[in-house]
């Protein structure tokens, strides 16, 4: 006789099945979408949504209900338009970042105004993407933001090391103990270079690239990429 003990292995597949989804959906990217055009909005949410590691869980048509929207989201990442009716994406970002500061932020626009995402950066925004940015490389910077990283469309990423560049011009150098490693990792930082391209370059896992700039921030005294980047920059550390 069976011992009455004994699952049926259709009864344990099923439950390690269970326990799978549920960790996965443990694991989901959570991303709340703020952007006024309609169309654009829906679009953003069906990418989100198709991706097995992600799931939309609000999309706005603006910020001005922001705290409630950020309550009933409750995102780890949020795709914020920098232009949008009433409060603006770069008000939002400043309120996000004081009420809610382990939220990451990826910037969307249609032009490069150098103003705009200057003080979208400043005001706290993990990475900042043009609109135009196709599907793939939009969802890889969502990851991206989520995992600690500052995406930027290329022709951003070049604006902003200017930008940084004249806000430096006269600033004292100060010592700041990185190891030749670090160092390396920080000059491609400046460059613009993905965790994965980093980690590519340097022939290092993107888990020790994560570990390598954690210990940046803590020598430089910052908490993200943007700031780490304009303090190289500014103190001339690369």
């Known amino acids: 006789m069976c011992s009455s003990n004994l699952k049926s292995p259709k009864l344990v597949n099923n439950r390690e099945a269970e326990i799978c989804f549920l960790y996965i959906k443990m694991m989901e990217i959570k991303v709340a979408i703020f952007e006024d055009n309609k169309t654009l909005r829906e679009s953003l949410k069906q990418l989100v949504d198709a991706e097995p590691d992600m799931i939309c869980t609000g999309a706005f048509a603006d910020a001005n209900k922001l705290n409630r929207s950020m309550q009933l ?7 914020m338009d920098i232009n949008m009716p009433g409060i603006s994406g770069i008000e939002a970002v400043h309120i996000i970042k004081e009420n809610y500061p382990e939220v990451q932020i990826l910037m969307q626009t249609v032009f490069e105004e150098n103003d705009k995402i200057f003080a979208a950066i400043c005001a706290g925004a993990s990475g900042y993407m043009l609109k135009k940015t196709s599907p793939l490389k939009m969802v890889e910077a969502i990851r991206e933001t989520y995992f600690g990283g500052a995406p930027m469309t290329a022709s951003v990423a070049v604006k902003v090391i200017q930008m940084f560049r004249v806000q430096s011009h006269g600033t004292t150098k100060e010592f700041v103990d990185l ?3 670090e160092k390396e990792i920080l000059a491609l930082l400046v460059k613009g270079k993905s965790y994965k391209g980093i980690a590519s370059e340097c022939f290092i896992s993107i888990d020790t690239v994560s570990t390598h700039v954690r210990h940046i921030y803590e020598k430089l005294h910052v908490h993200s990429k ?7 920059i500014h103190q001339k550390l690369v």
């Not at 989201?73 to 795709?79: M, S």
């Not at 943007?226 to 190289?232: G, I, L, P, R, T």
Request: net charge negative; aromatic share 6%; charged share 30%.
């Open 73 to 79: 989201a409750y995102p780890d990442v949020v795709l």
């Open 179 to 181: 190891s030749e490693r």
């Open 226 to 232: 943007s700031e780490a980047v304009a303090k190289a």
